[in-house]
């Protein structure tokens, strides 16, 4: 029984169906106003397409929906991603024009820095009892701060082949950025599903009082999803940087904590949080940069690319909402009855 | 939050006075207070030190204040300068709306305030003594008749837009398709807004490069120097060579535009003047010897290509 009727079921099962449906349209409409967009060509030994330019820029906001995705699961949110990529390109930046460290190392210390700043945040909101959206507002604002200060104000550049392969190195045909999401998102269903983090994630945001008394460590699972939305952060923030060569405090990641928001409700998870998907979040992250580039494409005035993505964003949020589909439902009945 | 940006900025005029009744003395010495938007990118750090140098070669004492970004810390240090009792004002404001009261003060007190850079919103113009700007239309038509005279009139030029709405953006487009009009072999035939940032002017750049034939692309003209810069990085990933494959416009002339000219990988640049300071102290001074002063002066950059690109880049990162 793997018909094609099967498969779609067992998508709407895992609420994959609409997510992929969007992402399918969206593409549809490039092809339209674009034919040759999706065309392969190796040049190089690296593959070259429109399917690879959408991966490989989508990469920071999928990088940070994964994470995202955990805390949002956790019923918390970190509206201070984009504030702690700006960090992590500060720090690898400052480490590069100043000092001689080998870029491993440089990378290690630009994801220390996530990590501590995902610690914080968690700290705030586990140990202090101190509500998310607060906890991590204060990192949102003082931690561009924090950047811009390492900066001197300034954007720094910086010429490192090494450390510049992050962001726009090839492997085995694809581009980096590409190869890390795909890595963080293979260890994360690795830690979520093989272990019982993902099970206890999904407790604590049903019902956290209960799962206390149930035993599941709360307070260590909320640090840890703060600590690895952090790193997450982190790592998009030295992609984006590396992909520039140049750490530019006021501007990389600004925003992107509503992208990343976005990704994850477009996704399917509820804000609500006790219900999450990884693939989907990530699928979320395709969805809004297939749009971004649609717009780019298609030629409209660029005055009317924001009102043009909340449109279609609305759309697949209304198509995923309770209420429509029930209402598809009746109308499926009604035509096979 | 509140309390700590008051005792900064108090801190601040605090310690202007101290410095200004130390160097004391010496009554006839201008006192002028500076409210700067803030430090949010290379060309106003520029801009902030060339009126800190102009003042201190004038042997104006400057009350200089940061604002970062927040108009109520511009506010908040305009009344600080009024109950200073500086000669005059120089304010570069982070937006237009809003400056009626505070700037009604300054009236009442006597002290002539200059408006520097951006535009204020006034119906009444006698709250302010002049302002000084950079006519961003001209800065656009400048980069429209170097690239027409280098290409003898015929390109397809791809246009990176600076952020939606901006007046920098909308005059700069202005201006360079006001020239471009005139060259039937012209034309632009993709335009996207890339933010004014060197990350989205790269990304903007690759989605360009693959919705059409690179060969079919004659020049890149940017609204500043960022984006080009950007574009230039997604030029060398695609492996075209920028600066001879495609041609490369902005503005701005901040320092880094000048290593991509020296190296050969952008063309052209037109300076977005940082040198306000000089125009603002002169319109001060005049006003204060009982002259009348113009509303509006201009202030006109250069246009700088390879050939001194070089030694501008040295000339700008040595001082």
Not at chain 1, 65 to 94: C, E, P, Q
Not at chain 2, 63 to 69: I, L, M, P
Not at chain 2, 302 to 314: I, K, M, R, S, V
Request: aromatic share 6%; charged share 15%; proline share 3%.
């Amino acid at each position: 029984m793997t018909g094609p009727k099967s498969i779609i079921s067992t998508l709407q099962r895992h609420g994959a169906l609409w997510p992929l449906v969007a992402l399918g349209l969206i593409w549809l409409v490039i092809i339209i106003v674009n034919p040759g967009f999706f065309a392969f060509t190796i040049q190089d030994g690296r593959v070259f397409g429109g399917v690879i330019d959408i991966f490989n820029r989508g990469a920071p906001v999928a990088l940070i929906a994964i994470g995202m995705s955990l805390v949002i699961a956790t019923g918390g949110i970190d509206l201070s991603v984009g504030a702690v990529m700006a960090i992590a390109g500060a720090v690898a930046a400052n480490l590069i024009v100043g000092t001689d460290l080998p870029a491993p190392l440089i990378i290690l210390a630009g994801l220390g820095a996530g990590l501590a700043a995902g610690l914080l945040n968690g700290t705030l909101v586990a140990g202090f009892g101190i509500q998310p959206i607060v906890a991590t507002l204060i990192l949102l604002v003082a931690g561009r701060g924090v950047a811009q200060l390492l900066n001197d104000g300034q954007i720094i550049t910086f010429q490192n082949e090494a450390f510049a392969f992050v962001g726009v190195g090839t492997l085995l045909g694809l581009p980096m950025p590409v190869w890390l999401v795909l890595f963080v998102l293979a260890a994360m269903l690795l830690i979520t599903r093989r272990t019982a983090l993902g099970l206890f994630v999904e407790a604590v945001g049903a019902n956290a009082s209960a799962s206390h008394y149930a035993g599941v460590p709360v307070r260590a699972i909320k640090l840890t999803v703060y600590a690895i939305a952090g790193l997450c952060a982190a790592l998009a923030g030295l992609v984006a940087t590396a992909d520039i060569q140049g750490a530019d405090a006021n501007n990389v990641g600004l925003w992107i904590e509503l992208d990343a928001i976005l990704a994850v409700v477009i996704g399917g998870t509820s804000l609500m949080g006790g219900r999450y998907s990884l693939v989907l979040a990530v699928v979320g992250a395709l969805i809004i940069q297939s749009l971004n580039t649609a717009v780019v494409l298609s030629g409209i005035p660029p005055k009317f690319n924001l009102v043009i993505k909340s449109a279609v964003i609305v759309a697949v949020l209304m198509l995923q909402s309770p209420v429509a589909q029930a209402q598809l439902a009746s109308l499926r009945r009604r035509f096979t009855a | 939050m509140k309390q700590l940006i008051t005792l900064i900025v108090s801190a601040i005029a605090i310690a202007g006075c101290g410095s200004g009744s130390s160097e004391g003395g010496a009554d006839d010495q201008l006192t002028v207070g500076f409210s700067q938007v803030g430090s949010e990118s290379g060309w106003r750090t520029s801009f902030t030190q060339a009126v800190q140098a102009e003042a201190r070669d004038r042997g104006i004492d400057l009350k200089f204040s940061d604002a970062q970004q927040k108009q109520e810390n511009q506010i908040r240090a305009v009344r600080s300068f009024i109950a200073q009792g500086v000669d005059a004002i120089v304010i570069a404001p982070v937006v237009e709306t809003g400056w009626k009261p505070v700037l009604t003060e300054a009236k009442r007190a006597g002290i002539p305030v200059v408006i520097v850079d951006r535009n204020m919103a006034l119906e009444d113009d006698s709250l302010y003594l002049t302002r000084v700007a950079s006519d961003f239309v001209e800065e656009g038509r400048k980069a429209g008749r170097w690239l027409m005279e280098e290409t003898g009139g015929d390109c397809d030029i791809v246009e990176l837009q600076g952020t939606v709405g901006a007046t920098a953006a909308i005059d700069r487009m202005t201006g360079f398709n006001e020239v471009i009009a005139n060259y039937p072999d012209a034309e632009i035939v993709m335009t996207q807004t890339a933010d004014f940032t060197r990350a989205r002017g790269k990304e903007i750049m690759e989605t360009f490069l693959r919705a059409m034939d690179p060969a079919d692309i004659c020049a890149v003209w940017a609204h500043n120097d960022e984006m080009a810069l950007g574009a230039v990085i997604a030029m060398k990933e695609a492996g075209i060579d920028p600066g001879d494959d495609i041609l490369v416009v902005s503005v701005d002339a901040v320092p880094d535009i000048f290593k991509a000219m020296a190296d050969g990988d952008t063309n052209a640049t037109v300076e977005l003047s940082p040198h306000m300071g000089g125009p603002a102290f002169d319109a001060i001074e005049a006003h204060l010897r009982g002259e009348s002063v113009e509303k509006l002066i201009s202030v006109n950059g250069d246009l700088f290509t390879q050939e001194t690109a070089a030694e501008e880049y040295q000339k700008r990162t040595a001082g």
